[in-house]
């Protein structure tokens, strides 16, 4: 373990509660952390009673941000930012008469370690102080979940949704009592505010075993609870070129993505584009991962049967209203549930594309146009779809071409992101002033079709496009 010389932020809470002679106790998520050499910079600190007074008067010393979590239970945060970092500092009463009760009141025995924050000395690593009354080290070194106790759920609902963002963070595994217990206690979760589910529910998102802690999500009848949407993809057969059905597909597309990224994890300007945030600290990636399970969730409702084949028209654009209103739901921003949308309205666009041999520079450019900064994003969706769908009608070279078309699609976009953007020849005060036209409905199909003449290399001065708008004018004028 670390000393405490290595955290300064320990140092700061230590003094700042020694002057005051009050106890306090180091719980939880850190020490577990420290046993398991995993950086952290969130500290739960527990004490007998005026949490939340304590926590306002830290956040005053140490020019925090004061948040108040409950006031009912006397619990708030401490968040302090610097540069690049960012440190939360969780104060709460005891949840019992003492520290014990308290600490049979947490979740899961791997969180149960603690230590007095007085008694901690500079040269002192961590492992010198540790309490762990609750079994909670061996826990630890046998990468094993178990609740405290069968009330731990009830308690806090929002657990049955944290084993799962444990186990996919630290890769234990849940110990099967403890399991049996989540798939019995499953309903509990709709009591959760949607703000908690859904910050759980992205920190699963996040990691690299998505997929594989999805589907045990979903065995344990928890997922369907905290995304109710997804119901009406179960059992659902599709045609010849898959092998899975529409839920089960949407699960092995997650895993399919997964492996996508696993391979693609050198490219560094990928990483950087995934990483980057959309809404709060939710990256593009997380999100990425709910709309390749989410992409076919308009399927259902498309379905037609004709001459005993099945078809799902449309199913992309009636996927977009189901996911607008999930991500409403579970609260995400206006600029993640625009994103969510377009990935699942243009999930079909790549395989259009490699319908043929080789795309026009036109297709292309009405790809990039339409995709925007999710070109990418799309792209991956599409090859992770692709390599779901193993059905007797999917030959290996038409996989093989679609991986190639989506290769060169998200090639394409970091090119061009390295290139001066692109400038239209015209825009609309040239219609106005050089052709003397009346603003209308007719100037976007005007300057849209320019664009697009202008990517194919057909029209290259100001002059031929004027000269192509004067006609295109005319067309719409008298059709």
């Known amino acids: 373990m670390a000393l405490l010389k290595d955290y300064p932020q320990l140092r700061s809470v230590r003094d700042f509660v020694r002057r005051r002679r009050i106890p306090v106790y180091l719980v939880g998520g850190f020490l577990r952390d420290q046993i398991l050499g995993r950086p952290c910079l969130d500290f739960d600190f527990t004490v007998d009673h005026s949490a939340i007074k304590l926590a306002r008067a830290f956040a005053q010393k140490i020019k925090g941000a004061f948040v108040l979590l409950d006031q009912e239970h006397g619990c708030a945060r401490v968040v302090k930012k610097r540069q690049a970092t960012t440190e939360t500092y969780d104060f709460a009463d005891f949840r019992g008469k003492d520290?014990?009760?308290?600490?049979?009141?947490?979740?899961?025995?791997?969180?149960?370690?603690?230590?007095?924050?007085?008694?901690?000395?500079?040269?002192?690593?961590?492992?010198?102080?540790?309490?762990?009354?609750l079994k909670g080290r061996r826990d630890i070194e046998k990468k094993t979940i178990r609740m405290v106790s069968a009330r731990a759920f009830r308690d806090d609902p929002l657990r049955l949704l944290r084993a799962f963002s444990l186990r996919a963070l630290l890769q234990f595994k849940i110990e099967p009592k403890t399991a049996q217990t989540i798939a019995l206690r499953k309903n509990l979760i709709r009591g959760v505010s949607a703000e908690r589910i859904r910050d759980e529910l992205?920190?699963?998102?996040?990691?690299?075993?998505?997929?594989?802690?999805?589907?045990?999500?979903?065995?344990?009848?928890?997922?369907?609870?905290?995304?109710?949407?997804?119901?009406?993809?179960?059992?659902?057969?599709?045609?010849?070129y898959h092998h899975l059905d529409i839920w089960k597909h949407s699960l092995e597309t997650v895993k399919q993505l997964e492996t996508i990224l696993s391979i693609s994890s050198a490219d560094s300007k990928l990483m950087a584009y995934l990483s980057e945030p959309l809404g709060g600290d939710r990256s593009r990636l997380a999100l990425l991962k709910l709309a390749a399970l989410l992409?076919?969730?308009?399927?259902?409702?498309?379905?037609?049967?004709?001459?005993?084949?099945?078809?799902f028209y449309g199913?992309?654009?009636?996927?977009?209203?189901?996911?607008?209103?999930?991500?409403?739901?579970?609260?995400?921003?206006?600029?993640?549930?625009?994103?969510?949308?377009?990935?699942?309205?243009?999930?079909?666009r790549?395989?259009?594309?490699?319908?043929?041999?080789?795309?026009?520079?036109?297709?292309?450019?009405?790809?990039?146009?339409?995709t925007a900064d999710e070109a990418v994003s799309i792209a991956?969706?599409?090859?992770?779809?692709?390599?779901?769908?193993?059905?007797?009608?999917?030959?290996?070279?038409?996989?093989?071409?679609?991986?190639?078309?989506?290769?060169?699609?998200?090639?394409?976009?970091?090119?061009?992101?390295?290139?001066?953007?692109?400038?239209?020849?015209?825009?609309?005060?040239?219609?106005?002033?050089?052709?003397?036209?009346?603003?209308?409905?007719?100037?976007?199909?005007?300057?849209?079709?320019?664009?697009?003449?202008q990517a194919a290399g057909k029209l290259k001065t100001k002059q031929e496009a004027l000269a192509w708008a004067k006609r295109a004018a005319a067309r719409l004028k008298n059709p």
């Open 380 to 453: 991956l969706l599409s090859w992770a779809d692709q390599r779901s769908t193993r059905g007797p009608l999917t030959s290996a070279a038409d996989q093989v071409h679609h991986e190639n078309i989506c290769r060169d699609l998200i090639s394409e976009y970091f090119r061009a992101k390295d290139q001066k953007p692109f400038t239209r020849l015209i825009n609309g005060h040239d219609l106005i002033r050089r052709l003397k036209l009346k603003p209308s409905p007719h100037f976007s199909r005007i300057l849209n079709g320019i664009e697009e003449q």
């Open 295 to 311: 992409h076919d969730i308009g399927k259902p409702q498309s379905l037609r049967r004709k001459s005993n084949k099945i078809y």
């Open 99 to 133: 520290l014990l009760s308290d600490l049979k009141h947490r979740d899961f025995t791997i969180n149960t370690l603690c230590c007095e924050i007085n008694s901690l000395k500079t040269g002192q690593t961590f492992d010198d102080v540790v309490s762990d009354s």
């Open 202 to 240: 992205f920190k699963i998102l996040q990691t690299d075993r998505a997929a594989e802690n999805l589907k045990l999500m979903d065995k344990a009848g928890l997922l369907e609870k905290v995304l109710p949407q997804i119901a009406v993809m179960v059992g659902v057969r599709q045609g010849p």
């Open 350 to 370: 790549p395989g259009y594309l490699s319908n043929f041999q080789q795309p026009t520079r036109r297709a292309l450019f009405r790809y990039f146009r339409d």
């Open 315 to 348: 199913h992309d654009r009636v996927g977009r209203r189901i996911v607008r209103q999930l991500a409403i739901d579970l609260k995400l921003s206006n600029n993640e549930r625009r994103i969510l949308q377009d990935m699942v309205l243009w999930h079909l």
